[in-house]
């Protein structure tokens, strides 16, 4: 197999039945191959980005999409990305789940505490309903990280903003 | 399980023995801080306590599709919660109708990850491992009598998430994942 191209794809905008078959026939047509991706509404409106892998190069990929924003209500970018073995961390993993009244300021804070110590969030949703505010974020710990002085920290920042935060390694129970 | 395992003192429970009209309470919402403080330890025989549990019995019983109440979601910040899920279609033996007082987990087995929503919570739903068998202690309201009980399935997930309220934790807090928060498409 020779060398293969890594594109990003977005697909944002309005909502409606069928974006994704449309989105993934294209490729399909260009002979891409879909390695990652994740796709959900975000206050409804439909949000999808893609990795795909394959030899067609960027302004192929653009061109066959622009039949998707011809309607003028989704938004389609491609970028190539570099091809890259993202190292393992020797670490743990944790869930962080905050939650309380809704103001500015509660993601960056939080987030804030996590990456002083050198933890990387690999996953992260936030959901607003009414005046709740949820964060949830999946977090990759070095292993030298006291995971107690950290959960300190979060409820210093918490304390300050009037939320509540949680921090719970993630058991994985193999079977 | 057989229903010998059940606890007899719980099963034959029933709020009539609290000789208390139960009144129907506000239930409270997140992000009330009520929801995010640990309840105190309460004296199970005191009349305030008692009263207490009769409205829990009483508002849970309104509520469509309510298994549990905290004292937490009807603003006490309390170890009390009742539970009743005798009519839920996931529950396999059951208690009836009981309210624990300063209830805790004395083991737990089996875990088991399943959506849970909330009348605290009534936006979202999120999935949250639990033990699917635990024995639960805590005290029954009025004579004060410590009880302790197996429960498994759906009883089990039900006592785990009231004791939880009683600990001043949500659903939110046991979250699996960062896509373990749902939001809510139908409301009972």
């Known amino acids: 197999m020779g ?58 990929v653009e061109a066959a999409l622009a039949s998707l924003a011809s309607g003028g209500d989704l938004t389609v970018s491609v970028r190539e990305l570099p091809v890259e073995r993202v190292a393992d961390l020797a670490g743990t993993s944790w869930v962080l789940s905050v939650h309380g009244g809704d103001r500015p300021g509660i993601v960056s804070s939080v987030v804030s505490r996590v990456a002083e110590v050198g933890g990387n969030i690999t996953d992260l949703t936030t959901r607003l309903a009414g005046d ?5 974020a999946e977090v990759d710990l070095p292993k030298d990280v006291d995971s107690d002085a950290l959960l300190v920290s979060l409820r210093e920042t918490a304390a300050e903003l009037g939320v509540g935060v949680s921090l719970h390694e993630v058991e994985a129970d193999e079977l | ?40 330890d309460v004296d199970p025989t005191a009349p305030e306590i ?3 549990a009769a409205d ?3 508002t849970m019983r309104v509520s469509p599709g309510c298994v549990g109440l905290a004292a937490p979601q009807v603003g006490e910040s309390v170890k009390v919660f009742c539970v009743d899920v005798s009519e839920h279609p996931k529950t396999r033996d059951h208690h009836g109708t009981f309210v624990l007082c300063n209830a805790e987990v004395v083991e737990s087995s089996r875990n088991e990850k399943a959506r849970e929503g909330c009348m605290s919570v009534p936006d979202f739903t999120g999935d949250v491992k639990r033990a699917t068998r635990v024995v639960v202690r805590g005290q029954l309201p009025g004579t004060g ?44």
């Open chain 2, 50 to 52: 008692v009263q207490l």
């Open chain 2, 56 to 58: 829990l019995v009483a």
């Open chain 2, 145 to 188: 009598e410590t009880v302790t009980l197996r429960a498994n399935a759906f009883e089990a997930r039900a006592l785990q998430h009231e004791i939880d309220h009683c600990d001043g934790l949500l659903f939110l807090d046991r979250a699996a994942g960062a896509h373990a928060i749902h939001a809510r498409k139908t409301y009972l």
């Open chain 1, 132 to 136: 709740l505010y949820v964060l949830v």
């Open chain 2, 1 to 40: 399980m057989s229903s010998a395992e059940l606890n007899d003192d719980v099963a034959a429970w029933t709020e009539s023995s609290l000789a208390v009209e139960g009144r129907v309470l506000e239930v409270v919402t997140a992000p009330a801080s009520v929801l995010s403080t640990v309840g105190a």
């Open chain 1, 3 to 60: 060398a293969v191209t890594l594109h990003a794809i977005t697909v944002l905008g309005h909502d409606r039945p069928g974006i994704i078959a449309e989105t993934t026939a294209i490729l399909g047509g260009l002979g891409l191959n879909l390695e990652d991706s994740s796709m959900t509404l975000l206050r409804g409106h439909f949000a999808m980005t893609l990795i795909s892998a394959g030899d067609a190069d960027v302004d192929t």
